[in-house]
T-cell receptor, first 114, second 110 residues
């Protein structure tokens, strides 16, 4: 079946602009995760959704970051007033549940803030 | 807070040599997962370990969970060029968060 998809694959934006990143998880996966990966670095956990609910938003780097999930499916990560330090690959993953389930990652969105 | 360290950070091996990466946690783990990320790609799940002292094998890959469930290792026998990539361990932290290790980047020289 189809895997996790993300759009856009690449996004170049000017500093100060808002961007919206989209994630389509695997159908039936109730858990959805957002991560950020800077060049050559590890994965930084941002937020987790169980269904449409995000129980803990403390992983978001600043209040410029927000995320939502609707219909237990599609999720969007919004970054307002982008800064150069926001440049990274944003990865989305989904799984059947939170603990004990493998995460299936999408191809990521490469965000470049100029 | 919980910390997850991986060593080494980088490893260059000649094709055919063995390779091992270690993942160490500051706290006892309920389970641990391993992922591989090829250059330019996204992480792909390899395996999950749950039981104390558990050992699992996938062809040339051997995964081990420590007796105290605070560390894990991934060993590759007779590396091939297809093994190139970064290997991450991942652990659940608290109730709603996953922490990925710092990763070990493997380069295999033909």
């Amino acid at each position: 079946g189809a895997g996790v998809s993300q759009s856009p694959s690449n996004k170049v934006t000017e500093k100060g602009k808002d961007v919206e990143l989209r994630c389509d998880p695997i159908s039936g996966h109730t858990a959805l995760y957002w991560y950020r990966q800077s060049l050559g670095q590890g994965l930084e956990f941002l937020i987790y959704f169980q269904g449409n609910s995000a129980p803990d938003k403390s992983g978001l780097p600043s209040d410029r970051f927000s995320a939502e999930r609707t219909g237990g499916s599609v999720s969007t990560l919004t970054i307002q007033r982008t800064q150069q330090e926001d440049s990274a690959v944003y990865l989305c993953a989904s799984s059947l549940g939170m603990f004990g389930y493998e995460q299936y990652f999408g191809p990521g969105t490469r965000l470049t803030v100029t | 807070g919980q910390q997850v360290m991986q060593i080494p950070q980088y490893q260059h091996v000649q094709e055919g040599e063995d390779f091992t990466t270690y993942c160490n946690s500051s706290t006892t783990l309920s389970n641990i997962q391993w992922y591989k990320q090829r250059p330019g790609g996204h992480p792909v799940f390899l395996i999950q370990l749950v039981k104390s002292g558990e050992v699992k094998k996938q062809k040339r890959l051997t995964f081990q969970f420590g007796e105290a469930k605070k560390n894990s290792s991934l060993h590759i026998t007779a590396t091939q060029t297809t093994d190139v990539g970064t290997y991450f361990c991942a652990v659940a932290s608290g109730t709603y968060k996953y922490i990925f290790g710092t990763g070990t980047r493997l380069k295999v020289l033909a």
